[in-house]
């Protein structure tokens, strides 16, 4: 019986039984209906074997909205709880735990994933390229961020969520002030799935640098390759330090290790910096890629070319470089100084530079176009005076002498959501429904579309405008309530509403998808958006080799210029193409890893040698192994080719 | 499979190439990670609480053979690639044993080193200093650990399938990896041993 | 667009009439440290809202002219690779904007930093502010006096707060007179802080420091140096001792009401004798640090 103790919920309440309940439910419904629509043969060859990076790219689509759906609960219970004075619907210490893991969702596992999915989707497409460099390694990314997402998705039903903030600051997230197990979670699932994302990186670059069709030299890569291209150079050399901070947090709780506890010469301080060294450039990990998709709508539905290609690449190596040098803007308040809060001031506010040229450019590229206001437009369009306030709000953060009245209060929060959420989450919205046909073969409702749109948008603003005032009024974040007397309560009930709309917003897309299904018609064409970059080349919906033929590019806009100018896209002849084949290994070992998490939370030593030995018995498989691929013949092209209209 | 005979062999295909690229870049972020791990040192270097001191705990003989084992099987590894471009299988097998033989002679000082630090009472928990010191050298540890076992199936590999351009691109990966285990040896070396007795 | 706007600036005059009702209280200075930062504020706002407009301005304009339905159907949109002089525009006024307010910024860090300006001449007055959780203590070495979740100041005299922390992170925050700063279990943070009225101000910890943490506040009361002379001689007087015993038994975590004693914990439990230069310096003095951090 005292084995079973540890994974007891410290803390229970009447929501956590139900939610117990209901993953149970979820989870008997989905294996009792994969058995009787007997579909478990298709899932795992459709798709837990899979290293197409297509579908491995709608995997991450679907657990990123998955995602989405938890943290924005978590949004809605804080909001719902902060919308009137002394509110008594959550206490304090599930507060704390809903803070928490609100953010590492939304960050690592709803944002992380969601960029991931449009790389997948996009980079070898607009590349021109059969797959990613390493189709199988790609896969294990997937199920490591997925073992990683799951892990961290059990802590509030077994042993408990982590509850010192998604910055998990020491020693509060020490083994003094945090007994529970929740922020072993923390640092054992994030370790996980940061191990994938490094994976990721390595593999995106290697792909964007060698995998280029003919003729596509680096300053003719479409906008969106080229962001994710800088992303991915940031995850390579960004993620590495969480790997460290996160393995030297774990070991002091798990071996009771004196990295950053407050005896024997720990030094909680640098937690901090550790995690702002990755955390800093993990934000322009998930915004430059929302910047390359917004690059990639904008001239479509302006019918016009990006103005300032080379601007708008050069001030993203910028902003990359910039954002390995401004970490300690995070944290002014430590007491460094004046000089070091001077320097990192000015790095802080030179971000800005770069960020205006990328905003001017966008708006430049509507000058003498010809606007369209689709669903993924709108989306653009609103995305640059919210964006833009939430840049200028950085830059007023950037003040350090100010910042000591703005840090850790609801300024700083609106702050960042005013970033992420114009920046990041639209542009994710947008994109969502930019590709939708691309990859599912129907439209978007644009009806629906718009109205989710508006939702959103005016959700937003009522959400977050509010706590930049009631931050200047001395409202702290991360407080569970707080009285009457401080004059809060009118602005966080709007707040409160405007989460609620925002909330209408995401159920009005996800209805949107379900009634589209239904309804839209399958006859689009590959190219329904009269779009212009290389990913429309090819034909909807996608053949398992992407192209046929390799594209042959003359600019960063080929297909455009191929509809335009009459460019030859496609020349010679079909040659044999080689694929790689599945493998359930890396589906294999990402189960592996979750065992083995597992067992670290819990400090369950036998079971978590026996998987690592496991994950060991997996490399060492795949170094024998010997793996050439498979063909596919000529004449099987011809045939795709001629079912799916024409060939290309 | 395209092979491209102009090319060294494990140059030879564009998968080849591809994965060199790919692990160079993944040598970059070693370097971040090592990196990092000295960075903390650096910063708890001092704070030893009320543990020994750097200087109280270093010995110089192992970490003397640790290194001059260690450069030495970077030296014979070279070696091994030279012969693999050659094509002589025997000669680049033999090296390679020598290599890991090395290795495995630099963890086995490596652990008496810990055994060590254990008996003069530098634990894992001791201080900011120690956890620091050991996370550092275990990390490093770990690679030469993972190493060996990599090592060692390369050569049942080559010796197996001979030198093709997959085996040959295997081999080429695996003395990257172990020259840059080596480099990471000498910051430890210079940085951690010698800065500490000082 | 239209109805969107309209909505905007609707919710736009709703907020300003809810925040109407009172000043904001970082806006609402009562000190000098406070006095700079609001101004700050203030500046970077007024820039701020001017590049916002500028922005909106353009896009509204733009989207309004280019719009598909303003052209003729065969209007085919140029192709444009940029122009020199209108990327020079975009790089240069944002780079004279962020050099402005990096100027200022880097003066006032000096400012925040160093004693308040106004009343140079006075001697500062100097408290140890730490807190356990969830309440701050603050000692006042040279009355030889302790307080636990209140605090009396005098006003036009430089202060002089020495921060440090019985467990997490925390911040020391009184929004009317100045920012805030960390306190921490290892070492000790300086915070310069001044009052010009006297009055009741809210002082809390900023930084969540667990399940305690919303209530972690505590009040500020500025008056006249003879009222504070009049305090501290009244405390002598009627208040208890504060022993080590009690000391320990006030680190307990949990709240606790307003409380006074004579004496100080400093003297049987020193503050961390780190300050932010000598870790930077990277200190290799081994003495314990670990006999204060209560624990």
């Given at each position: 019986m005292e084995f079973f103790e540890r994974f007891a919920i410290p803390h229970p309440s009447p929501a956590i039984y139900a939610s117990m309940v209901a993953i149970a439910l979820v989870t008997i419904g989905i294996i009792a209906g994969l058995t009787y629509f007997k579909k478990w043969g298709y899932l795992w060859r459709e798709w837990l074997t899979t290293v197409d990076h297509k579908k491995i790219g709608i995997m991450y689509l679907i657990s990123a909205l998955l995602m989405l759906f938890r943290g924005g609960v978590d949004a809605i219970m804080m909001r719902a709880q902060l919308s009137v004075p002394d509110a008594e619907l959550l206490d304090a210490q599930h507060y704390n735990e809903i803070f928490t893991t609100h953010g590492v969702v939304m960050i690592i596992f709803m944002a992380m994933p969601f960029i991931f999915a449009f790389m997948n989707l996009l980079v070898p497409l607009q590349i021109g390229a059969r797959d990613v460099a390493f189709p199988r390694l790609n896969a294990l990314s997937f199920w490591l961020f997925f073992a990683g997402a799951m892990l961290f998705n059990i802590s509030f039903v077994i042993g408990g969520s982590p509850d010192a903030g998604w910055t998990s600051y020491f020693p509060l997230a020490g083994n003094d002030f945090s007994q529970h197990v929740g922020t072993n979670y923390y640092m054992i699932a994030i370790q996980i799935s940061g191990i994938g994302s490094l994976m990721t990186g390595i593999n995106m670059c290697t792909t964007i640098l060698k995998m280029r069709a003919p003729g596509m030299t680096l300053m003719k890569m479409p906008m969106f390759t080229w962001s994710a291209f800088i992303a991915n150079l940031i995850i390579v050399f960004a993620f590495p330090v969480l790997t460290v901070a996160l393995l030297m947090g774990t070991t002091?709780?798990?071996?009771?290790?004196?990295?950053?506890?407050?005896?024997?010469?720990?030094?909680?301080?640098?937690?901090?910096?550790?995690?702002?060294?990755?955390?800093?450039?993990?934000?322009?990990?998930?915004i430059l890629p929302a910047f390359g998709l917004y690059s990639e709508i904008i001239p479509t539905f302006s019918r016009r070319n990006l103005y300032g290609y080379k601007p708008m690449v050069w001030s993203m190596v910028l902003i990359s470089f910039l954002s390995f040098l401004v970490w300690t803007h995070h944290f002014f308040t430590m007491g460094q100084g004046a000089l070091t809060n001077s320097i990192f001031s000015i790095t802080t506010m030179a971000i800005a530079v770069p960020t205006g040229v990328k905003i001017f450019n966008w708006l430049f590229t509507m000058y003498k176009g010809k606007i369209r206001f689709t669903v993924p437009m709108l989306y653009s369009v609103a995305f640059i005076p919210l964006f833009t306030v939430g840049g200028v709000t950085g830059v007023m953060l950037a003040m350090s002498a100010a910042d000591y009245q703005y840090h850790n209060t609801m300024f700083l929060v609106a702050h960042f959501h005013n970033t992420i959420i114009p920046g990041v989450v639209f542009a994710m919205l947008a994109g969502l429904t930019y590709y939708w046909p691309k990859f599912f073969g129907f439209m978007l409702n644009e009806k629906i579309g718009k109205w989710a749109f508006w939702s959103l948008t005016i959700g937003f603003v009522l959400a977050f405008f509010p706590m930049y005032i009631t931050g200047l009024d001395g409202q702290a974040r991360r407080m569970y309530t707080y009285s009457e007397a401080t004059g809060f309560g009118p602005l966080n009930m709007v707040s409160f509403i405007g989460a609620a709309i925002m909330a209408i917003g995401f159920v009005l897309i996800l209805w949107n998808v379900f009634y589209s299904f239904k309804n839209s018609s399958r006859e689009i064409g590959s190219d329904p958006w009269d779009a212009r970059s290389l990913e429309w080349a090819t034909h909807t919906p996608i053949p398992e080799y992407n192209f046929a033929r390799l594209p042959h590019v003359n600019s960063s806009e080929a297909f455009w210029d191929a509809k335009m100018n009459g460019h030859q896209l496609f020349r010679g002849e079909y040659e044999e193409i080689h694929m790689p084949s599945s493998s359930g290994v890396p589906f294999i070992m990402g189960m592996i890893f979750f065992v083995a998490g597992f067992s670290f939370v819990f400090s369950l030593w036998i079971p978590a040698v026996i998987a690592l030995l496991g994950i060991f018995f997996c490399m060492a498989l795949r170094s024998f192994e010997k793996d050439d691929g498979y063909h596919i013949s000529v004449e099987e092209i011809k045939e795709t080719e001629r079912k799916l209209g024409g060939a290309k | 499979m395209k092979i491209d005979h102009s090319q060294p062999l494990e140059y030879s295909t564009h998968q080849n190439q591809l994965n060199i690229l790919g692990f160079w870049i993944f040598l970059g972020a070693e370097i971040m990670l090592f990196g990092t791990l000295f960075m903390g040192y650096f910063t708890l270097e001092g704070r030893t609480g009320a543990g020994p001191t750097p200087a109280q705990i270093f010995e110089i003989t192992p970490v003397l053979i640790e290194t001059f084992v260690l450069l030495t099987s970077s030296f014979t590894i070279g070696l091994g690639i030279h012969a693999m471009r050659l094509g002589r299988k025997n000669a680049m097998l033999s090296f390679f044993a020598i290599?890991?033989?090395?290795?495995?002679?630099?963890?086995?000082?490596?652990?008496?080193?810990?055994?060590?630090?254990?008996?003069?009472?530098?634990?894992?928990?001791?201080?900011?200093?120690?956890?620091?010191?050991?996370?550092?050298?275990?990390?490093?540890?770990?690679?030469?650990?993972?190493?060996?076992?990599?090592?060692?199936?390369?050569?049942?590999?080559?010796?197996?399938?001979?030198?093709?351009?997959?085996?040959?691109?295997?081999?080429?990966?695996?003395?990257?990896?172990?020259?840059?285990?080596?480099?990471?040896?000498?910051?430890?070396?210079?940085?951690?041993?010698?800065?500490?007795m000082m | 667009m239209k109805k969107k706007w309209a909505f905007l600036s609707s919710m736009l005059a709703f907020v300003l009439v809810l925040a109407g009702c009172e000043p904001l209280m970082v806006l609402d200075p009562k000190g000098p440290q406070a006095a700079q930062q609001a101004s700050d504020i203030m500046l970077s706002i007024g820039i701020m809202s001017f590049i916002v407009i500028a922005v909106l301005t353009i896009l509204v304009v733009i989207l309004f002219k280019y719009r598909a339905s303003n052209q003729p159907d065969d209007y085919e949109p140029p192709h444009i690779e940029g122009n020199k002089w209108v990327e020079a525009l975009c790089i240069g006024i944002p780079v004279l904007i962020v050099a402005f307010l990096s100027f200022m910024s880097v003066k006032s860090n000096y400012i925040v930093e160093s004693a308040p300006v106004g009343y140079e001449n006075e001697e500062p007055l100097v408290v140890y502010a730490s807190s356990s959780n969830w309440k701050w203590h603050f000692s006042y070495p040279e009355e030889g006096i302790e307080t636990v979740n209140y605090l009396y100041i005098p006003t036009d005299r430089p202060l002089e707060f020495k921060l440090y922390s019985f467990g997490p992170i925390t911040s020391f925050w009184i929004p009317q007179l100045g920012g805030q700063k960390y306190a921490m279990a290892d070492m000790v943070t300086t915070l310069h802080l001044g009052a010009d009225e006297p009055g009741e101000y809210v002082g809390r910890n900023a930084n969540f420091s667990g399940k305690g943490f919303a209530e972690n506040t505590f009040n500020v009361t500025a008056m006249s140096q003879t009222e504070f002379d009049e305090w501290v001689q009244e405390v002598h007087e009627k208040a208890e001792p504060l022993t080590e015993e009690k000391f320990d038994e006030l680190l307990e975590p949990g709240h606790l009401g307003q409380m006074t004693f004579t004496g100080t914990h400093l003297e049987f439990s020193p503050a961390p004798e780190h300050t932010h230069n000598d870790v930077s310096e990277e200190g290799n003095d081994s003495e314990e640090e670990s006999d204060h951090s209560g624990h």
């Amino acid at each position: 019986m005292e084995f079973f103790e540890r994974f007891a919920i410290p803390h229970p309440s009447p929501a956590i039984y139900a939610s117990m309940v209901a993953i149970a439910l979820v989870t008997i419904g989905i294996i009792a209906g994969l058995t009787y629509f007997k579909k478990w043969g298709y899932l795992w060859r459709e798709w837990l074997t899979t290293v197409d990076h297509k579908k491995i790219g709608i995997m991450y689509l679907i657990s990123a909205l998955l995602m989405l759906f938890r943290g924005g609960v978590d949004a809605i219970m804080m909001r719902a709880q902060l919308s009137v004075p002394d509110a008594e619907l959550l206490d304090a210490q599930h507060y704390n735990e809903i803070f928490t893991t609100h953010g590492v969702v939304m960050i690592i596992f709803m944002a992380m994933p969601f960029i991931f999915a449009f790389m997948n989707l996009l980079v070898p497409l607009q590349i021109g390229a059969r797959d990613v460099a390493f189709p199988r390694l790609n896969a294990l990314s997937f199920w490591l961020f997925f073992a990683g997402a799951m892990l961290f998705n059990i802590s509030f039903v077994i042993g408990g969520s982590p509850d010192a903030g998604w910055t998990s600051y020491f020693p509060l997230a020490g083994n003094d002030f945090s007994q529970h197990v929740g922020t072993n979670y923390y640092m054992i699932a994030i370790q996980i799935s940061g191990i994938g994302s490094l994976m990721t990186g390595i593999n995106m670059c290697t792909t964007i640098l060698k995998m280029r069709a003919p003729g596509m030299t680096l300053m003719k890569m479409p906008m969106f390759t080229w962001s994710a291209f800088i992303a991915n150079l940031i995850i390579v050399f960004a993620f590495p330090v969480l790997t460290v901070a996160l393995l030297m947090g774990t070991t002091d709780r798990l071996f009771a290790t004196n990295f950053f506890t407050s005896d024997n010469g720990g030094m909680d301080m640098l937690w901090a910096n550790f995690f702002w060294i990755w955390g800093h450039p993990e934000v322009y990990i998930l915004i430059l890629p929302a910047f390359g998709l917004y690059s990639e709508i904008i001239p479509t539905f302006s019918r016009r070319n990006l103005y300032g290609y080379k601007p708008m690449v050069w001030s993203m190596v910028l902003i990359s470089f910039l954002s390995f040098l401004v970490w300690t803007h995070h944290f002014f308040t430590m007491g460094q100084g004046a000089l070091t809060n001077s320097i990192f001031s000015i790095t802080t506010m030179a971000i800005a530079v770069p960020t205006g040229v990328k905003i001017f450019n966008w708006l430049f590229t509507m000058y003498k176009g010809k606007i369209r206001f689709t669903v993924p437009m709108l989306y653009s369009v609103a995305f640059i005076p919210l964006f833009t306030v939430g840049g200028v709000t950085g830059v007023m953060l950037a003040m350090s002498a100010a910042d000591y009245q703005y840090h850790n209060t609801m300024f700083l929060v609106a702050h960042f959501h005013n970033t992420i959420i114009p920046g990041v989450v639209f542009a994710m919205l947008a994109g969502l429904t930019y590709y939708w046909p691309k990859f599912f073969g129907f439209m978007l409702n644009e009806k629906i579309g718009k109205w989710a749109f508006w939702s959103l948008t005016i959700g937003f603003v009522l959400a977050f405008f509010p706590m930049y005032i009631t931050g200047l009024d001395g409202q702290a974040r991360r407080m569970y309530t707080y009285s009457e007397a401080t004059g809060f309560g009118p602005l966080n009930m709007v707040s409160f509403i405007g989460a609620a709309i925002m909330a209408i917003g995401f159920v009005l897309i996800l209805w949107n998808v379900f009634y589209s299904f239904k309804n839209s018609s399958r006859e689009i064409g590959s190219d329904p958006w009269d779009a212009r970059s290389l990913e429309w080349a090819t034909h909807t919906p996608i053949p398992e080799y992407n192209f046929a033929r390799l594209p042959h590019v003359n600019s960063s806009e080929a297909f455009w210029d191929a509809k335009m100018n009459g460019h030859q896209l496609f020349r010679g002849e079909y040659e044999e193409i080689h694929m790689p084949s599945s493998s359930g290994v890396p589906f294999i070992m990402g189960m592996i890893f979750f065992v083995a998490g597992f067992s670290f939370v819990f400090s369950l030593w036998i079971p978590a040698v026996i998987a690592l030995l496991g994950i060991f018995f997996c490399m060492a498989l795949r170094s024998f192994e010997k793996d050439d691929g498979y063909h596919i013949s000529v004449e099987e092209i011809k045939e795709t080719e001629r079912k799916l209209g024409g060939a290309k | 499979m395209k092979i491209d005979h102009s090319q060294p062999l494990e140059y030879s295909t564009h998968q080849n190439q591809l994965n060199i690229l790919g692990f160079w870049i993944f040598l970059g972020a070693e370097i971040m990670l090592f990196g990092t791990l000295f960075m903390g040192y650096f910063t708890l270097e001092g704070r030893t609480g009320a543990g020994p001191t750097p200087a109280q705990i270093f010995e110089i003989t192992p970490v003397l053979i640790e290194t001059f084992v260690l450069l030495t099987s970077s030296f014979t590894i070279g070696l091994g690639i030279h012969a693999m471009r050659l094509g002589r299988k025997n000669a680049m097998l033999s090296f390679f044993a020598i290599t890991l033989l090395l290795g495995l002679v630099f963890l086995g000082v490596e652990i008496y080193e810990f055994m060590h630090y254990y008996h003069v009472g530098a634990t894992y928990q001791t201080s900011a200093f120690t956890a620091a010191l050991l996370t550092t050298l275990g990390t490093h540890g770990a690679h030469v650990t993972l190493g060996l076992f990599w090592g060692l199936f390369i050569i049942l590999q080559v010796k197996k399938r001979g030198l093709t351009p997959q085996t040959a691109n295997k081999s080429f990966i695996f003395s990257l990896y172990w020259h840059f285990l080596d480099v990471v040896w000498i910051f430890i070396f210079s940085f951690i041993y010698l800065k500490g007795m000082m | 667009m239209k109805k969107k706007w309209a909505f905007l600036s609707s919710m736009l005059a709703f907020v300003l009439v809810l925040a109407g009702c009172e000043p904001l209280m970082v806006l609402d200075p009562k000190g000098p440290q406070a006095a700079q930062q609001a101004s700050d504020i203030m500046l970077s706002i007024g820039i701020m809202s001017f590049i916002v407009i500028a922005v909106l301005t353009i896009l509204v304009v733009i989207l309004f002219k280019y719009r598909a339905s303003n052209q003729p159907d065969d209007y085919e949109p140029p192709h444009i690779e940029g122009n020199k002089w209108v990327e020079a525009l975009c790089i240069g006024i944002p780079v004279l904007i962020v050099a402005f307010l990096s100027f200022m910024s880097v003066k006032s860090n000096y400012i925040v930093e160093s004693a308040p300006v106004g009343y140079e001449n006075e001697e500062p007055l100097v408290v140890y502010a730490s807190s356990s959780n969830w309440k701050w203590h603050f000692s006042y070495p040279e009355e030889g006096i302790e307080t636990v979740n209140y605090l009396y100041i005098p006003t036009d005299r430089p202060l002089e707060f020495k921060l440090y922390s019985f467990g997490p992170i925390t911040s020391f925050w009184i929004p009317q007179l100045g920012g805030q700063k960390y306190a921490m279990a290892d070492m000790v943070t300086t915070l310069h802080l001044g009052a010009d009225e006297p009055g009741e101000y809210v002082g809390r910890n900023a930084n969540f420091s667990g399940k305690g943490f919303a209530e972690n506040t505590f009040n500020v009361t500025a008056m006249s140096q003879t009222e504070f002379d009049e305090w501290v001689q009244e405390v002598h007087e009627k208040a208890e001792p504060l022993t080590e015993e009690k000391f320990d038994e006030l680190l307990e975590p949990g709240h606790l009401g307003q409380m006074t004693f004579t004496g100080t914990h400093l003297e049987f439990s020193p503050a961390p004798e780190h300050t932010h230069n000598d870790v930077s310096e990277e200190g290799n003095d081994s003495e314990e640090e670990s006999d204060h951090s209560g624990h």
